[in-house]
C-alpha cells in the first residue's frame, strides 16, 4: 500500500502541478502581465508549488531531512537533469540581459542560504527574511518587466482555459490536487525511509525531489519540443529561486527547521557547484548545446549513484 500511496501522490502532484500552472497563466495573462514575467514567475513558482506543499507537510511532520532534502534535491534535480534533458532536446539560447538579472539572483540567494544553512538551523525570523528577499525580486522583476520588450511564446499563450471563471476553477483544483499529492507523498516517504532504515535526507533528496520537481520537467520538456527554450531555462530559474526563497522561507516560518548534518557536509556544496556550473555553461556563448545537456544529466547520474552507494 505504501508503494501505492508513493505514485498516487506522485500522480497527483504532477497533475495538480499542470492544472495550478495552466490556470496561474490564464489568469497572469487576463492581469496583462507579459510572456517573459510569466515563464520567470507564474510558470517557474507555479510548477515548484508542489516542493511548497511537500516541504511544509514535511516539516510538519517532523521530517526535517524531507523538507531540506526536498528543496536541495529540487535545485540540483532541476539543473543537471532537467536543464540537461531540455537542452539534450533542443538547444537553449540564453537572453544575457534576462539571465544577468536573475541568474545573479540565483547565485545570490544560493549563496546566501548555504551560508544561513550552515547555522545548522533555519529560525521563523531567517524564514521571514528570505520571504521578504522573495518579495524585493518580485517587485524588481515587476519593474523590469514593464520596460522590456514583448517576447512572444506559445508555451505562455495556452488555449485553454480561456474563460476567467474556469481559469480560477483550475487554478483551486490544481492547488487542492497538489496538496493531496504532496501529503500521500510525504507520509509514505516517511514510512518507506524507517522500512528500509534509509535516512530522511535521502528519500527527500532523491525521491521526493525528483517526484515534485515533475512539474518543472513536464514543462521545460514541452517548452524545449517547442523550440521555447527560453521559457524552459526561464523556469529552472525561477523554480530555483523560489525554492530557496519561498520554499525554505515559508516552511522556516512555520517550524524551526534543522538542517540534516549529511546534507550540510555533502549536499548543500553540490547545489552551490551546479549553480555555478549553470552559470558557466549560460555565460560561455550565450547557449546551452546539447553536448552540454547530456553532460548535465551524466553529473547528476553520478551523483544519485554516489548517493546509492554511501
Known amino acids: 500500500m ?9 500522480i497527483l502532484l504532477l497533475l495538480g502541478g499542470d492544472l495550478l500552472v495552466r490556470g496561474a497563466v ?34 510538519l511532520a517532523g521530517a526535517p531531512g524531507i523538507a531540506v532534502g526536498n ?11 532537467i536543464l540537461g534533458l531540455a537542452a539534450l532536446l ?39 527574511g528570505l520571504l521578504a528577499a522573495l518579495a524585493a525580486y ?10 522590456a520588450p514583448a517576447i512572444e511564446s506559445d508555451l505562455a499563450t495556452p488555449q485553454w482555459p480561456r474563460a476567467a471563471p474556469l481559469a480560477v476553477a483550475v ?15 510525504v507520509s ?32 521545460s520538456v514541452v517548452a524545449a519540443l517547442r523550440r521555447q527554450g527560453a521559457v524552459a531555462f526561464g523556469n529552472v530559474i525561477g523554480s530555483n529561486i523560489f525554492n530557496l526563497l519561498g520554499i525554505l522561507g515559508v516552511t522556516a ?23 555555478a556550473l549553470l552559470v558557466v555553461v549560460a555565460v560561455t556563448g550565450w547557449r546551452v548545446t546539447r553536448t552540454e545537456g547530456a553532460v548535465l544529466m551524466l553529473l547528476y547520474a553520478a551523483y544519485i549513484g554516489a548517493m546509492a552507494l554511501l
Open 171 to 185: 487554478t483551486l483544483g490544481g492547488l487542492v490536487l497538489t496538496v493531496l499529492g504532496a501529503s500521500l507523498l
Open 26 to 59: 490564464s489568469l497572469a495573462q487576463r492581469l496583462g502581465l507579459s510572456p517573459l514575467l510569466i515563464g520567470l514567475t507564474i510558470v517557474g513558482f507555479g510548477t515548484s508549488a508542489p516542493e511548497m506543499l511537500t516541504s511544509v507537510q514535511a516539516a
Open 90 to 128: 533542443s538547444p537553449i539560447v540564453v537572453a544575457r540581459d534576462t539571465f544577468l538579472r536573475d541568474g545573479t539572483v540565483l547565485a545570490l540567494s544560493t549563496i546566501g542560504v548555504a551560508l544561513l544553512a550552515l547555522g545548522g538551523t533555519l529560525t521563523p525570523l531567517i524564514g521571514a
Open 188 to 219: 509514505s516517504a516517511v514510512e518507506l525511509a524507517r522500512g528500509w532504515q534509509v535516512s530522511d535526507s535521502l528519500i527527500g533528496l532523491t525521491v521526493v525531489a525528483v517526484g515534485t520537481s515533475l512539474p518543472e520537467l513536464a514543462t
Open 2 to 10: 505504501l508503494y501505492i500511496e508513493l505514485a498516487a501522490g506522485l
Open 71 to 81: 528543496v536541495v534535491g529540487s535545485n540540483i534535480a532541476n539543473i543537471l537533469l
Open 138 to 147: 518580485l517587485v524588481f522583476a515587476w519593474r523590469a518587466d514593464r520596460t
Open 253 to 275: 516560518l512555520v517550524r524551526t527547521v534543522p538542517i540534516p548534518p549529511e546534507i550540510l557536509t555533502r549536499d548543500i556544496w553540490v547545489m552551490l557547484g551546479a549553480t
